[in-house]
């Protein structure tokens, strides 16, 4: 077949594809426009998902007649100045969008700019344009949008459930309605109750509104974040600024227990665009990768401003993905910024915990006990409580000094109270100091897992294992950075038997381990000896301790970064030097643990992302009762 030119009308519709991939992208390209016309109020309809009808109205600066024609041709925009694409400040460029649409759907488009005397509004249907003609309009720009794809009917095949095109629209919106907090969005339909979010001001009431400036859009946008991500995003949320070299990093961070199993609730701008790009992506994940599981995903909002000089926009037809000239200059400033946040709010656990934990009590409508029901024959009939051996509580001028007490909490050795008692209660002469503390006086050790401490304003239940888990962590990474984990020496090297694979891993990364204080080598097929442990984890399991490892180098990928790696090898070997569920501890061990909790960096989540602590409030505590 010869070489031919494409006839114009299947070249818009080759074109249109690109642009328009489902009723989403055409929502975001005409709020875009919107954006750009200076509108101070946006109003987004759809029907059917978007196929049957999609209507976008705002109050910008308008269209003469001339320009109103002009507009639904191909790479006719009014955005780009002087034909530079390294300088482009606006959303939209190419001038792409409605020819595009107006190739694959029935178009409308109805405008008036301050000048005219009354509104023009122009059809294009499957790529054929009409003459502007008179139309009604007070101000601004009405775009309808009928039948999308109806002039590419295959692509309808491609479309999801109405439902599902539906929450891809009202994604598309939140993340605008996010990046311009000074600018108020509807969004309607016919599958959901209207939704409003009203123009965000400073003034809006909400902590912490207005933190990255008076400028616009950043004034006002926790608020708008509270609006559009809900209450809970604002009260566990941390403010995020950073920046250098003409580089700026905005906006807030969700603590590490305020977390998703997906990575959907990550919203990224860049120069006020909505983007999902990977280098940012990676650089949220590398900044929590210390205090969050592979399988959770945290919540946040972040704004980086760079001279669009020192940025790429025009590498995909979406305008989804950027290129930066200073890729590691970008990451680096994230993650700093995102660890500094993080890092001021260090030892916080998010509160859903309390709604969490109040939510989760169900009424069972059990009825009373009989009136002969007597607890002392009840197999629930608590043990007596002991924590000295006269089997009485001890005495509180007998309790060791603080150093002793923290050395016995940081003692995994054998049981510290006597077996029979299963519910620890300490006296109730606690000090007033320790109730001012944010974790509050320890007063109880419930399953020998959870300690119950209590407050001035209510009670905290703490995770012994987690807790302590992270203490040790944090304890490895310092001595770490200060030169070197301490080790001691095994009297007895311990073999450890293992699969030939695991001993040839253990023993490639075995200068790594040691860096941990954990020294071992090959010893024979099928085994390795371990001569050395970390001082930090005192008596531990060595054979357990060895086979996770073999387990975790498994799953290792190369391309992580050493230090990437060493930090799983720390967070492996705190788990298993940890105080472990099922120890009883003593008063003043409970209360060791809560105060190195405080003074420890990250104490909210232990390695792997899980709460370590859940704090329920005197309000919390009535509403299980019942008194609110």
Known sequence: MPVRQLPEAVVNRIAAGEVVERPASVVK????????????????????????????????????????????ERHAT????????????????????????????????TSRHASEPHAWAITVEGGVKGEP????????????????????????????????????????????????????????????????????????????????????????????????????????????????????????AGLPTFN?????AQYLFVNGRPVRDKLLVGAVRAAYADTLSRDRHPVVALFVTVDPHEVDVNVHPAKAEVRFRDAGLVRATIVRALLDALGREAGRAASTGGSATVAAFQRTGAPM?????????????????????????????SAPGLAEA????????????????????VEEGASAENLDRPLGAARAQLHETYIVA???????????????????????????????????????PEIVELDDADVARLAERADELARFG???????????????????????????????????????????????????????MACHGSVRAGRRLKPEEMNALLREMEDTPNAGQCNHGRPTYVSLSLSDIERLFGRR
């Open 29 to 72: 390209e005409l709020v875009e426009n919107a954006l750009d016309a200076g509108a101070t109020r946006i109003d987004v309809l759809s029907e059917g998902g978007g196929r049957r009808r999609i209507t976008v109205t705002d109050d910008g600066c308008g269209m003469v007649r001339a320009d109103l024609a002009l507009a639904v």
């Open 78 to 109: 009014s955005k780009l100045d002087d034909e530079d694409l390294l300088a482009i400040a606006t959303l939209g460029f190419r001038g792409e969008a409605l020819p595009s649409i107006g190739a694959a759907a029935k178009l409308c488009i």
């Open 260 to 264: 998703k199993a997906n990575s959907l």
């Open 518 to 572: 954990l020294v071992l080598e090959a010893f024979g097929p099928g085994a390795v000896a371990v001569r050395e442990t970390p001082a930090l984890l005192g008596r531990t399991n060595v054979r357990g301790l060895v086979t996770d490892l073999a387990e975790h180098l498994a799953e290792w990928d190369d391309s992580l970064p050493l230090e990437r790696r060493l930090l799983h090898v720390a967070a492996t």
């Open 454 to 492: 209590q407050t001035r304003e209510g009670i905290v239940i703490v995770d012994q294992h987690a807790a302590h888990e992270r203490i040790v962590y944090e304890r490895m990474k310092a001595a770490l950075e200060a030169g070197g984990i301490a080790r001691q020496l095994l009297l007895v």
């Open 406 to 425: 923290v050395q016995a909490a940081f003692d995994v050795g054998g049981p510290s109270a006597d077996a029979r008692a299963s519910l620890a209660t």
């Open 369 to 397: 006990p009989a009136r002969g029901w007597d607890w002392r024959a009840s197999p629930a009939r608590p043990f007596a409580s002991s924590f000295s051996s006269g089997g009485t509580l001890a005495e509180p001028g």
């Open 133 to 252: 003609a008179p139309a009604a309009l007070t101000r601004g720009t009405r775009v309808e949008v009928r039948d999308l794809f109806f002039a590419t009917p295959a692509r309808l095949k491609f479309l999801k459930a109405e439902r599902t095109e539906t929450e891809a629209i009202r994604d598309v919106v939140r993340r605008l309605a996010m990046s311009r907090p000074d600018v108020a969005f509807t969004l309607a339909g016919e599958e959901r109750a209207p939704v409003t979010w009203t123009a965000a001001l400073p003034e809006a009431g909400l902590p912490g509104a207005g933190l990255a400036g008076a400028d616009l859009p950043g004034a006002g946008r926790l608020a708008r974040l509270g609006d559009v991500l809900g209450r809970d995003f604002v009260a566990n949320a941390v403010p995020v600024r950073g920046g250098r070299d003409g580089l700026a990093v905005e906006g807030f």
